[in-house]
Nanobody
Framework: QVQLVESGGGLVQPGGSLRLSCSAFGSIFSIYCMAWYRQAPGNQRELVASITSTGNTNYADSVKGRFSISENAAKSMVYLQMNSLKPEDTAVYFC?????????WGRGTQVTVSS
């Protein structure tokens, strides 16, 4: 089992930056991929960025060049640095961990981009 806790969301003006953090607890040694997803009202949850246990990263086209995913050496924390934020980035952001055929989710953190 893995527990995930997100932090770092909030209200930011267009063009601003935020860094989201996700703390992972439990059987983290079995995680092969961690990711950030987001869900805006009325929309499906979508993948924002992912990072594998070997360090390979993947980004949604809408955030390439603006967002960056990283993790600490112990692989117990994953971060999402978000720059040049746009109103369309407004959503609840969820941390996700993949282990074998299982998916674990955090409760989410709200990001609102508005002037």
């Amino acid at each position: 089992q893995v527990q995930l806790v997100e932090s770092g969301g909030g209200l930011v003006q267009p063009g601003g930056s935020l860094r989201l953090s996700c703390s992972a607890f439990g059987s983290i040694f079995s995680i092969y991929c961690m990711a950030w997803y987001r869900q805006a009202p009325g929309n499906q949850r979508e993948l924002v960025a992912s990072i594998t246990s070997t360090g390979n990263t993947n980004y949604a086209d809408s955030v390439k060049g603006r967002f960056s995913i990283s993790e600490n050496a112990a692989k117990s924390m994953v971060y999402l640095q978000m720059n040049s934020l746009k109103p369309e980035d407004t959503a609840v952001y969820f941390c996700n961990a993949k282990m074998s055929t299982l998916d674990f989710w955090g409760r989410g953190t709200q990001v609102t981009v508005s002037s």
